[in-house]
């Protein structure tokens, strides 16, 4: 008997020579003596303790080895065979905890502001103001959420395994508040297309001797509605003690939304303390549908393990733009379009594109038997040609409209998308 790899294995040229020797030296001993009952006795023990020795069952390794990460050879003396004895049922499965972080969208300079004393013709106009809020990215920050899986072999041999994933995460908010009786100046920046010239559309303002207006700015992001979910086939391609490989193939859906949303209320003391209440919308949907194919891969020794995927999706992403705006005078009727939601962009959009979503992902495992492990590891999600929110701004406007140019206008700006991060998960296989 010969130990190897926290498991026992046969040595199958020494064993037959071992057991005839003992069944030879037990009929001699107990042929020859004295046939009275103690020595049956003697002999009926000897003989059980030969069969016990002899039995190949008290060669298998139970399931409390010390090597749970490895796969053990059970009772055919065969790689992959443990399913028959370690296990009592036919499925596998995990649950995580995710910290991810994601690309989010970047915007425009949406908010300004300039120092007191700055004449009104300038004041909030770029380049020369500072950005309060925008022109930066939106939606970057950690958020948590959680992934299932879930699957059950098809096969005895645990070749064959049919598999699901659920996943998503709380999503993320950026949000801006500022308000002023004047000091500070605020204001929403834009392009004017029948000056041809930067221009601001100020929110609040003090000439440093009379007070023309107070007012308030709130502005908010939000990605929310991250979701993926897959239906897969996993097949081993190949296999032993330490090591499996399985390729595997199937559905994937992927969707993400995200919002972006600017406010403003103005007093104008020069028009009689009149109120102005102005509103921007974007929001954005990408849903995928496609087919994905790759490969998962495991390597074991003692305790740990290291468990690889990496696959790829191609399929169709429909892209959806919804832009709102309105205005309100007053306590007068409300009039549609804001500032950089005009007529002229104002609507809801939708297309198809091709789309393609890699995915990495590197997991460390512990293994406190060999049906129970935990890990971390880390994650990267890829998704080609996504609309956001940020992208979809124009910030040229024509005040006039419907005289003039039709501006701001609106077209499809899209752009690769990421998340990433750390995963800490429990893992099953019954």
Partial sequence: ???????YLFRSETRPMKLKSILLAAIAAFSFGPPHAGGQEVAHSVSDQIASLASYQNFIPSCTNPCPAEETFCGSGQCGDCTQCCRTMDIFGSAEF??????GTVTPPLVTTSPDGTPQVDAGVLPDADVLFGQSYLGDEVQAGGRITFGIWLDEERNVGAAGRFYGTGGARDTFRRSSDGSPILARPFFNTLLD????LLIAFDDGATDISDGSIEASYSNQNFLGAEAYLQIMMEQNHRRRIDVIAGYQFMRLDDALQID???ILRQFGDLELNIRDRFWTNNEFHGANVGLKAQMARGCWSIEALGKIALGVTRQEVNISGRTMVGGGPTVEGGLLAQPSNIGTYQRDTFGYIPELTLNLKYHVTPTLSFHTGYSLIWWSDVVTSGRQIDTGVNLSQPVGDDRPAFAFEDEDYWLQGINFGMNWDF
């Fill in 1 to 7: 008997m010969a130990f190897a790899s926290g498991r």
């Fill in 98 to 103: 995710l910290l991810w972080w994601a690309k």
């Fill in 197 to 200: 010239q930067n221009d601001a």
């Fill in 264 to 266: 403003s209320t103005s």
